[in-house]
């Protein structure tokens, strides 16, 4: 038996290098990263490529260029990542899809490395595309090959949902024989890939059209699966809720009989075998990982005469992961009673590395701020976000990538003084760059403090897009006046200069751009010996 | 059959690397796997919690349920102490005595070995000194593999050969200080048993 124990982020990437892939393109992200590093590493021996862009935006069109050119292409991305790549990924919905497309995108339900918990599948519908929901590495294996598949079928991008738990499991999974890749050709109607108004309507109504095919598909796949067992109360499980139910089967069976069960795993919902289920019984329990999608579906606004339980009536946890444990109360299950629980344990947050550049920076940053009765510094999303903690207490927003630069500038405007913005290198440069333009533009009385460590540490030390010594040139080539353009280098021994050139610049009325430059000690650590 | 192990550590402990051996000696076994793993954030110095699933049958999800673990395997005590609640009166916790202190209120260590005395199966294990032992202090998680494995339903010799798989790519010294890493932790749980059994 020919049995490969993958990460389910691997799964993925091994499914789509056999589904004759051709070029894969993202940005890091928890949970998703671990995608794009199993291509980069067999890119050579398969003949593909796989490359890291500057945001998820950038990646997502890189991807429709390749469709367009008749071949296959992944792109994969985190749950907000999507956020950025949305304008080019609802359009292209719009277009005649030719090379198979598939959005890969990772949810994190319970937040375990990002700032929200919205759920992708919300966005596949918002575009009304397809989109498939794994719960186990053959499903994930399986349902991307099919997903490259069904893209062409119907010439629209297809998801692939993956929540943290499934990308970051490791278990066994079985391949299946490779696909060759596509050969070059170009899209045969351009009218399809145009979105002039004109043609947007007719591709418009074209892509309603389709949806009734894609709803005939996911009414007949398989793995909408519905088992009947005549009882009176039934559960639709979507994703990993399926698993957890499945957990728990056995002694609710034992306890209290089998209820019917519909599992989800492939979008739009399968009307009909909703409605089977809906009318042999009298009461439905929903569980879903992620939103109530589906529950919200059936809720509708309307009176039914089914009781529902789920997450909108507070049966199932609305907010956080699910796991084996807290579907229990909906299904009528007593709790699990283990050991107590210890008590007054202190946290263990995560922190700052010993000797890490971003310590220095905020530590001559503070002693900065300290010459000025009040001031406000924004930041941004990225290992310098742990600044926030104690000991350094450095930083007072995160939002999303870039919007620090954007908010210290509102700020500015508003009269607010003295506002500095931090962000790293990496997250300058995928949603920075526009914002320090508009900056310069304003003429903004504000600092930018980029801690430039070199590398895309918070996700496991991708190379950033650009290397340091390009990133001075871009930012004089904004327009940033050089006479308020320093670069420090954050050690202990030049505190007290870097505190003085920072204070300097936060007195100053104007814009001013301070690139901190140390590479992350880890990053420095893993680099083979003798690589600059 | 199936085991249920519940690992945890700090971030940087190598938490990771004896799940991997846990895993492959597993499938060596003809068993079947899910693990858990925690990846980005969490993982700069934060705790670090896997869930490690083992069966003769398919494993439905990856986490284990609240009292079903049948082994805590911690490389640290305060983060042993975290997860009682996955336990039940016939669990083993194996565990390292040796504290990793990177936070203000790292509470007294004599406390927290009086607490974690009391739970079931309980076996300290003196990694760091095992470790050094063996030649290197990096070895650590494998003398706490080594430790785990008499309790594992996974033959010794499986093991053993996935801690050589492991440290094939970092030359001879290393695999030689792991085996021996490994071994002496079997050889002090072995001893460890026969106290508390």
């Known amino acids: 038996m020919n049995q490969l124990i993958l990460l389910g982020d691997e799964a993925l990437a091994l499914a789509a290098l056999d589904g004759g892939l051709s070029c894969a393109y993202g940005y890091p992200g928890t949970p998703s990263t671990e995608i794009m590093e199993y291509l980069e590493k067999a890119q050579a021996g398969r003949g593909i490529l796989a490359r890291w862009c ?29 956020n950025v790549a949305a304008d080019p990924f609802i359009n292209s919905a719009l277009l005649g899809i030719h090379g198979g497309l598939v959005l890969a995108v990772a ?7 990002s700032q929200d918990e919205q759920d992708s599948r919300f966005y596949a519908d918002f575009a009304k595309i397809p989109c498939l929901e794994p719960r186990n590495h053959q499903e994930i294996y399986d349902m991307t090959r099919l997903a490259f598949q069904l893209s062409e079928q119907f010439k629209v991008p297809v998801m692939v949902r993956m929540v943290t738990r499934l ?33 947007a309507r007719q591709n418009l109504a074209a892509l309603l059209e389709s949806r009734r095919e894609f709803s005939a598909f996911t009414a007949a796949y398989p793995g909408n699966d519905l088992r009947l067992t005549g009882a009176e109360w039934g559960v639709i499980t979507t994703g990993l809720g399926g698993n957890y139910f499945e957990e728990n089967l056995e002694e609710l069976s034992r306890l ?22 809906a009318a042999s019984v009298k009461r439905l329990v929903i569980i879903e990982e992620g939103e109530p999608f589906v529950e919200r579906y059936l809720r509708g606004l309307l009176e039914i005469p089914l009781s529902l339980a789920g997450k909108l009536t507070g049966e199932v946890p609305l907010i956080g992961e699910l796991n084996p444990d807290n579907i229990r109360p909906a299904l009528g299950l007593p709790n699990r009673r283990g050991l107590p629980p210890e008590s007054g344990l202190p946290n263990r947050p995560p922190q700052l590395c010993q000797g890490c550049p971003h310590g220095d920076s905020y530590q001559a940053l503070n002693q900065a701020r300290q010459g000025f009765p009040q001031s406000l510094v924004t930041s941004d999303i990225g290992c310098y976000a742990l600044g926030a903690s104690p000991p350094y207490s450095a930083i007072e927003t995160i939002v999303c990538m870039g919007a620090s630069i954007g908010m210290a500038r509102g700020a500015a405007e508003a009269g607010f003084y003295p506002v500095a913005a931090v962000l790293g290198d990496s997250t300058f440069l ?33 190379e950033t897009i650009l290397p340091s010594e390009k990133l001075e040139s871009l930012i004089l080539g904004l327009g940033v006046d050089p006479a308020h353009f320093h670069k420090i280098l954050p050690l202990k021994k030049n505190l007290e ?18 690139l901190s430059v140390r590479e992350c000690i880890v990053a420095a650590k893993r680099r083979p010996k003798g690589k600059a | 059959m199936k085991y249920d192990i519940i690992l945890a550590g700090v971030g940087g402990q190598g938490v990771l690397s004896a799940a991997v051996i846990i895993v492959r000696g597993a499938i060596t076994a003809g068993l079947q796997v899910r693990q858990s793993e925690v990846h980005g954030m969490a993982q700069r110095g934060g705790a670090v919690l896997s869930h490690l699933r083992l069966s003769g049958a398919p494993i439905p999800g990856d986490l284990v349920p609240l009292a079903e673990a049948d082994l805590i395997l911690s490389m640290e005590p305060l983060e042993a102490l975290r997860y009682t609640p996955y336990l039940n009166e016939k669990s083993r916790v194996v565990c390292s005595l040796h504290p990793f202190i990177n936070i203000p209120d790292y509470p007294p260590l004599e406390e927290i070995l009086l607490r974690l005395k009391k739970l079931p199966g309980f076996l300290g294990v003196d990694d760091a000194g095992l470790a050094k032992q063996a030649g290197s202090l990096r070895a650590a998680n494998m003398v706490l593999a080594g430790a785990a494995a008499p309790f594992l339903p996974i033959p010794k010799e499986a093991l053993l050969e996935a801690a050589d798989w492991l440290s094939r790519d970092k030359g001879p010294e290393t695999e030689g200080i792991n085996r021996r890493a490994f071994l002496l932790g079997f050889e002090a749980a072995q001893g460890g048993t026969k106290e508390t059994t």
Do not use: F
């Open chain 1, 107 to 113: 949810d994190d339900p319970g937040m375990h490395s």
């Open chain 1, 167 to 199: 990308a970051h499991s490791r278990a066994a999974l079985i391949p299946r024989e490779a696909e060759e890749q596509r050969r070059v050709s170009k899209a045969p109607d351009p009218r399809q890939w145009m979105l002039l108004p004109a043609l």
């Open chain 1, 430 to 462: 995928h949603s920075g760059i526009t914002a320090l333009v508009d900056a310069v533009q304003a003429g903004a009385d504000m600092t930018l403090l980029i801690l430039d460590n070199s590398t895309v540490a918070m996700t496991g030390w991708q």
């Open chain 1, 497 to 514: 200069e870097n505190t003085g050139i920072i204070r300097k610049e936060m007195e100053y009325h104007g814009l001013s751009v301070i």
């Open chain 1, 256 to 277: 209290a009989g089998t209820p019917s069960w519909l599992h989800i795993n492939a979008y739009p919902v399968p009307v009909e075998k909703i409605r089977l289920l």
């Open chain 1, 54 to 82: 500057s945001n998820e935006k950038t990646a997502y069109e890189a991807a429709l260029g390749v469709s367009l050119a008749g071949r296959r292409t992944l792109v994969t991305m985190k749950h907000v990542g999507l």
